[in-house]
């Protein structure tokens, strides 16, 4: 079992960054890829980020690119989500999740484990 705890969620004014965080515990980190989902009001939960646990290998979704940034931090089992630019479109609960694999996988269904989630709140 693994337990994701996500931290770093607030209200930002619009072009403002955040720093979202997530640490795992549990198992061991290693073998693990991990990745950031968000829901907003109404709206299905999608793909935002992910890496990878070999070799670190990123993955975007299009409407962050260019202004997120994933990292891990094995020794730590912590991974961060550097957000900037951050936009109103950008408001939602960010959730943190796992998946025990070598690639990144977009699909919330195909993660293994789940954080409860932060709030990002972007105003303009």
């Known amino acids: 079992q693994v337990q994701l705890v996500e931290s770093g969620g607030g209200l930002v004014q619009a072009g403002g960054s955040l720093r979202l965080s997530c640490a795992a515990s549990?198992?061991?980190?290693?073998?693990?890829?991990m990745a950031w989902f968000r829901q907003a009001p109404g709206k299905e939960r999608e793909f935002v980020a992910g890496i990878s646990w070999i070799g670190g290998n990123t993955l975007y979704a299009d409407s962050v690119k260019g202004r997120f940034t994933l990292s891990r931090d094995n020794a730590k089992s912590t991974v961060y989500l550097q957000m900037n630019s951050l936009n109103p479109e950008d408001t939602a609960v960010y959730y943190c999740a796992a998946r025990y694999d070598t690639v990144v996988v977009t699909n919330y269904g195909g993660m293994n484990y789940w954080g409860k989630g932060t709030l990002v709140t972007v105003s303009s």
């Open positions: 549990g198992r061991t980190f290693s073998g693990y890829t």
